[in-house]
């Protein structure tokens, strides 16, 4: 099965099909989702620095994946964020979520956005996600 072959590909994050996307690629790496990031110019809030909507639709994503990678769909029910530490644009982040408990539909994951140069955290997440048809 090729997930990115499916309706998901104009998701802003990670869709394949979406030409103003973020383009981000996810993979599995054993019980952990990952993929890296380099935020632009076009990301920031304001002082060139990251936009908090940007670093969550990180986060909520590498989530959300964890469980699409493995072949069922889900949609965010719950989500809390908490922003660490400043992230300047054209600075590489390396993303990772992780699924902490499965509760029959409801699947509850973390998610972290790392400074790839110095392991840095910048912002983690906690989030539940309603699986369909489980």
Same mark, same amino acid.
Not at 16 to 23: A, E, S
Not at 79 to 96: F, H, I, K, W
Not at 100 to 122: I, P, Q
């Given at each position: 099965? #090729?997930?990115?072959?499916?309706?998901?590909?104009? *998701?802003?994050? *990670?869709?394949? &099909? #979406?030409?103003?996307?973020?383009?981000? @690629?996810?993979?599995?790496?054993?019980?952990? *989702?990952?993929?890296?990031?380099?935020?632009?110019?076009?990301?920031?809030?304001?002082?060139?620095?990251?936009? =908090?909507?940007?670093?969550?639709?990180?986060?909520?994503?590498?989530?959300?994946?964890?469980?699409?990678?493995?072949?069922?769909?889900?949609?965010?029910?719950?989500?809390?964020?908490?922003? @660490? #530490?400043?992230?300047?644009?054209?600075?590489?982040?390396?993303?990772?979520? @992780?699924?902490?408990?499965?509760?029959?539909?409801?699947?509850?994951?973390? &998610?972290?956005?790392?400074?790839?140069?110095?392991?840095?955290?910048?912002?983690?997440?906690? =989030?539940?996600?309603?699986?369909?048809?489980?």
């Amino acid at each position: 099965m #090729n997930p990115l072959a499916s309706t998901a590909n104009r *998701c802003f994050v *990670c869709g394949v &099909g #979406n030409p103003i996307g973020l383009n981000v @690629r996810f993979r599995l790496d054993g019980d952990v *989702c990952r993929a890296e990031f380099t935020p632009g110019e076009a990301h920031v809030g304001y002082d060139g620095l990251v936009h =908090g909507g940007i670093l969550f639709s990180l986060l909520d994503d590498v989530m959300a994946n964890h469980v699409f990678l493995r072949g069922e769909r889900c949609y965010t029910a719950k989500a809390e964020v908490r922003y @660490r #530490n400043p992230l300047p644009a054209g600075t590489a982040v390396r993303l990772e979520g @992780r699924q902490t408990r499965r509760k029959g539909r409801l699947a509850m994951l973390e &998610g972290r956005v790392l400074r790839a140069d110095n392991d840095e955290l910048v912002a983690e997440a906690t =989030g539940s996600f309603m699986v369909e048809g489980s």
